[in-house]
Every structure is written in structure tokens, then in C-alpha cells.
């Protein structure tokens, strides 16, 4: 049964770069029949797709922070990551990862997800 | 902001049945699979609805989901207090600014 689970600082400062990784377990983030995506949900407010990455590394990201975000994977340690950078107390958040088959539009499972909030 | 509109609320008491309507476009719902998704409180989503009818494995059959035109419903019958939770919906969508999108949110309140 495939894992996720999201990792990495819990505080960043206003105009640094958030840096977060989904390890993968379960499944091989190499296959072919998925994508890996990032979600988020500001505290009391609703869920906001960030982006998607294909184990090629094609890339997929929401136009509104297309300009701020990379998702990059790495196969070797079964991860993908999130970058965000510029943040603004804007961007706190539950930060969610998740997979999406290929050619479907629905993602399942999801992690538990982890809070960061943005605070000097 | 979201592209897909919900309720924001919705509430029957138990055993009742509530339905959910979420309302998009032409460039999402209406070319597209819809997927609605539970949030209990203080946990991750949960993948209920995908491909606008179908349930995965473990979801009752309490749960439905349909679609009309530009719009999608989620039904829940027989309500149980387990079923308090955030709804979401969800689809990509095909515009210039094509992504993913999700609804609104509804919170259920079992009363």
C-alpha cells in the first residue's frame, strides 16, 4: 500500500525559499503510471493545487505561483520536492503531496501533511 | 480564489440525506471528470467520488456523486455523525490558465 510523507522546516522567514520533500513508500516513484503533486490549504480555508511532476520530470504548475515554485524528483531516494520561493506570510499552509494516475484526474492517496508557516 | 463554486454549509439531521452541488464551467466540469474528496477534521483529504460516479474501494454506498452539464452533486444518505466533515470537489481545469482545481468546500454539520 503506497505512503506519503511530507518533511522539512515548519518556520521559514518572509522572502526565503520553502523547501519541502514527499518521501514515497509502497510504490516506485519511477513508474510511468503516475504523477506527484503538491497541494496546499491555508489554516481555515480551502485546498489549492500547486503542481505536478511526472517521474520524466515534466512539470505541471498552477499559473498563480508558476513564477515562484519547482518541483523537481529525485528516483534514487523515491522523493519529489517543493520549492517555493519569495514567500510571504501568504503562502502558510498545510502543504499536502499526493499522486495522480496518468490520465486520471483525481489524487489519491494523499500524505498527512505538514504545516509551515511563514513568520520572521 | 476558486473556480468551482459550493455551499458553504449544509446540515440535515441523522439518517437524512444532504446533497452537495458544485458548479463550474465549461473548461472544468463540463469537459471533465469530477472528484470530490472528505476532509475530516484535522486530517488529510480523502479521495470519495472519482470519475463523477464511481467510489473506491471502502467508500459506502451512502456516498454518490453525479454530474450535469457544468455542474456536480454529491449526495450522502443515511447521515451518520462520522460524516461531519469538509467536502471538496475537484477537476482540471482546460483554460489559459489550466490546472487542477478544487471547489469551494462545504462543511457538513450532522445537527
Known amino acids: 500500500q503506497v505512503q506519503l510523507q511530507e518533511s522539512g522546516p515548519g518556520l521559514v522567514k518572509p522572502s526565503e525559499t520553502l523547501s519541502l520533500t514527499c518521501t514515497v513508500s509502497?510504490?516506485?516513484?519511477?513508474?510511468?503510471?503516475?504523477?506527484w503533486g503538491w497541494i496546499r490549504q491555508p489554516p481555515g480555508k480551502g485546498l489549492e493545487w500547486i503542481g505536478t511532476?511526472?517521474?520524466?520530470?515534466?512539470?505541471y504548475y498552477n499559473p498563480s505561483l508558476k513564477s515562484r515554485v519547482t518541483i523537481s524528483v529525485d528516483t534514487s531516494k523515491n522523493q519529489f520536492s517543493l520549492k517555493l520561493s519569495s514567500v510571504t506570510a501568504a503562502d502558510t499552509a498545510v502543504y499536502y503531496c499526493?499522486?495522480?494516475?496518468?490520465?486520471?484526474?483525481?489524487?489519491?492517496?494523499w500524505g498527512q501533511g505538514t504545516l509551515v508557516t511563514v513568520s520572521s | 480564489q476558486s473556480v468551482l463554486t459550493q455551499p458553504p454549509s449544509v446540515s440535515a439531521a441523522p439518517g437524512q440525506k444532504v446533497t452537495i452541488s458544485c458548479s463550474g464551467s465549461?473548461?472544468?466540469?463540463?469537459?471533465?471528470?469530477v472528484s470530490w474528496y472528505q476532509q475530516l477534521p484535522g486530517t488529510a483529504p480523502k479521495l470519495l467520488i472519482y470519475?463523477?460516479?464511481k467510489r473506491p474501494s471502502g467508500i459506502p454506498d451512502r456516498f454518490s456523486g453525479s454530474k450535469s452539464g457544468t455542474s456536480a452533486t454529491l449526495g450522502i444518505t443515511g447521515l451518520q455523525t462520522g460524516d461531519e466533515a469538509d467536502y471538496y470537489c475537484?477537476?482540471?481545469?482546460?483554460?489559459?490558465?489550466?490546472?487542477?482545481?478544487f471547489g469551494t468546500g462545504t462543511k457538513v454539520t450532522v445537527l
Open positions: 499526493a499522486r495522480r494516475r496518468f490520465g486520471d484526474y483525481w489524487f489519491d492517496p
Open positions: 509502497g510504490d516506485s516513484i519511477s513508474s510511468s503510471n503516475y504523477y
Open positions: 511532476i511526472y517521474y520524466s520530470g515534466s512539470t
Open positions: 465549461s473548461s472544468n466540469i463540463g469537459n471533465n471528470f
Open positions: 470519475e463523477n460516479n
Open positions: 475537484g477537476t482540471w481545469d482546460s483554460s489559459l490558465n489550466a490546472g487542477y482545481v
